[in-house]
């Protein structure tokens, strides 16, 4: 069982840019298809980009594409997520989370996702 532990949250103001990361424990990392959700108060949460266990192959949401990268370093069991050009509707909690399947493609849906780690929080002032 993997366990995540995020960091990189903060307050930045409008146009600016964070990196947040996602540390994972145990050895099955290497196996397991990783995505960043997020959830602004009061809205439910959405998916906002994911990243094959290779790190082959990225997906991201329309509305963070071309602003935010998602990468990840198999040989440390991390996964990051670099946010660029940020706007005040990217305030969240951002969480990344783990594919319930081993060696799954991108998939969107949260529920398909077995571990989750406990939240970072992003607040972009305008």
């Known amino acids: 069982q993997v366990q995540l532990v995020e960091s990189g949250g903060g307050l930045v103001q409008a146009g600016g840019s964070l990196r947040l990361s996602c540390a994972a424990s145990g050895g099955i990392f290497g196996r397991l298809t990783m995505a960043w959700f997020r959830q602004a108060l009061g809205k439910e949460r959405e998916f906002v980009a994911g990243i094959t266990y290779s790190g082959g192959t990225t997906y991201y949401a329309d509305s963070v594409k071309g602003r935010f990268t998602i990468s990840r370093d198999n040989a440390n069991n991390t996964v990051y997520l670099q946010m660029n050009s940020l706007k005040p509707e990217d305030t969240a909690v951002y969480s990344c989370?783990?594919?319930?399947?081993?060696?799954?493609?991108?998939?969107?849906?949260?529920?398909?996702?077995?571990?989750w780690g406990q939240g970072t929080e992003v607040t972009v002032s305008s």
């Open positions: 989370a783990a594919d319930r399947r081993f060696l799954s493609g991108i998939r969107t849906v949260s529920t398909n996702y077995g571990t």
